[in-house]
Each structure stands twice: as structure tokens, then as C-alpha cells.
């Protein structure tokens, strides 16, 4: 796992090149490059891509990167470069994908509830471009929200966030990659950096896989707000998908170089 094969080496360094254009020009970047709601003002048909080169601070990049570079690595080894960067895009895709599909159900079940109401279409999605243009407005991207008889605050916030809030980061790629690598390699000893044991890759992933389910769930984490966990656990299942077929039918030892 010490090695950096070239297409990992290569996908660091678009990220980071990324990174550095998101720095001399945060709010464009984000705007172009962050993945948006389909029916948000932001989002384009690139999105889906380039949010996996687009990471919110430092620490963000520098743990994606790590996962990236410790279990792609074996994996780019074991299958060639054209094979892990399917497998890498596949899973990054998924992980927008699963996104996507949480925010429809989470926005249309506050939409249903504000048409319960005696709301119309147009005045909701009137209550949407307000809050467009109040994030716009704030200098720390906040806004505020009518609450409607009938309707709970939970249910409006999360509506809200679905339709207003982006996502970016590698997470939900290296989630996939993560899966994949310890499938191929269930007994390799991992270590968390708060919790250093030595705990096979058989259980740690699992283990990482589930806490990002309980997050999702009730939307408490252990790791800190504005993690997009259903992208992690689409990823994730993306790649479970793909390496379980790949390993069941032998064609993990297929290189596609």
C-alpha cells in the first residue's frame, strides 16, 4: 500500500488543481462545480463529474485523498488503470446518483405537505427562489424559512436543504474504492487515527459503512454537520455492486490496462 500508482497519482493532482481554483474563486467554483438539486437554478448536466474533484476545506481534500491513495492504489495494481478509473467514476456517479434520489424524496415530501396545505406550486417554488436569493445575499450563507400550519419545521428544513444545499468531495468515489479494496483484501490490518487498534478491513468497513447509515437515519454524526452520507453509502453500494460481480466471476484478475 505504499506505492502510488499513476492514475491515483494523476486523479490527486486534478483534485488538488480543483482545489487550488476553488480557493481564488470559492463562490464560482462551488456555483459551476458543486453538485446542485436537478431542479435548483445551479445545477448543469457536469455536475454529476466534477463534484468529485470539489472539496469544502483542507482537511476534506487531504482525507479524501488519503483513502484515495492507501486502498486505490492495490486496486489500480490488481486491475489496471482503464479498469480502476470505470470502477472509480461508476462508483462516484452512484454515490450522486443515491444523493439525488434522498434529496427528491426529502423535497417532495415537504412539497406534498405545503400543497396539503392550501399552498400552490408557484408559491412554493416562489419560497425556493427566496431562499436562493438570501443565501446569495448572506455572507455566511444563511436563510430563513416560513413555518405553515400543518407543517412541521423538520419537514420544511430538510426540504430546504435538499433543494438549496450542494454537495462536492471524492467521499461518495473513495467510499466505493474502500469497499472494493476490502473485499479483494478482507484481512488486511486498518487503523483509525482517534482509534489506533488494528482491526481487519473485514470489519472496519462495515463498521464505517453503518455509522454512515445511522447518520443518514437520524442525522446525527459523529464526524461533524454538512456531510453528504447517502452519497458515501451510494458509493459504496455502487462499488459493492461492481466488485462483488467482478471477484464472484474471476474477473477481478482481468486487467483492462
Do not use: C
Not at 472509480?88 to 450522486?96: D, K, N, P
Not at 470489519?203 to 454512515?212: A, Q
Request: proline fraction near 3%; aromatic fraction near 18%; charge should be neutral.
Amino acid at each position: 500500500m505504499g506505492r502510488i500508482t499513476e492514475t491515483v497519482k494523476v486523479l490527486i493532482i486534478i483534485n488538488a488543481l480543483f482545489f487550488i481554483g476553488k480557493l481564488t474563486m470559492p463562490d464560482v467554483a462551488d456555483r459551476l462545480f458543486a453538485l446542485y438539486y436537478f431542479q435548483n437554478s445551479n445545477f448543469q448536466l457536469w455536475q454529476p463529474i466534477t463534484h468529485m474533484f470539489m472539496h469544502a476545506d483542507f482537511g476534506h481534500i487531504l482525507f479524501n485523498m488519503f483513502g484515495l491513495w492507501m486502498f486505490g492504489s492495490p486496486l489500480e495494481a490488481q486491475w489496471g488503470k482503464n479498469k480502476f478509473l470505470f470502477f472509480y467514476f461508476s462508483a462516484g456517479l452512484g454515490a450522486a446518483l443515491i444523493h439525488t434520489l434522498v434529496n427528491y424524496y426529502q423535497f417532495q415530501a415537504g412539497f406534498d405537505a405545503l400543497l396539503a396545505v392550501g399552498r400552490t406550486e408557484s408559491q412554493i417554488y416562489e419560497q425556493m427562489a427566496d431562499i436562493m436569493r438570501q443565501v446569495a445575499n448572506s455572507p455566511t450563507g444563511e436563510y430563513s424559512t416560513t413555518v405553515y400550519e400543518g407543517v412541521g419545521i423538520e419537514t420544511i428544513n430538510k426540504m430546504t436543504a435538499a433543494f438549496e444545499g450542494s454537495a462536492m468531495g471524492a467521499s461518495g468515489a473513495v467510499y466505493g474504492v474502500l469497499v472494493a479494496f476490502g473485499l479483494m483484501y478482507p484481512n488486511v490490518e486498518l487503523m483509525l487515527i482517534f482509534l489506533p487498534i488494528p482491526i481487519k478491513a473485514k470489519y472496519f468497513i462495515p463498521v464505517l459503512i453503518l455509522l454512515d447509515l445511522f447518520s443518514g437515519l437520524t442525522g446525527f454524526s459523529l464526524f461533524g454537520q454538512g456531510i453528504a452520507h447517502w452519497a458515501h453509502l451510494g458509493g459504496a453500494l455502487f462499488g459493492f455492486i461492481m466488485a462483488y460481480y467482478w471477484k464472484k466471476n474471476s474477473f477481478d484478475n482481468r486487467r483492462w490496462n
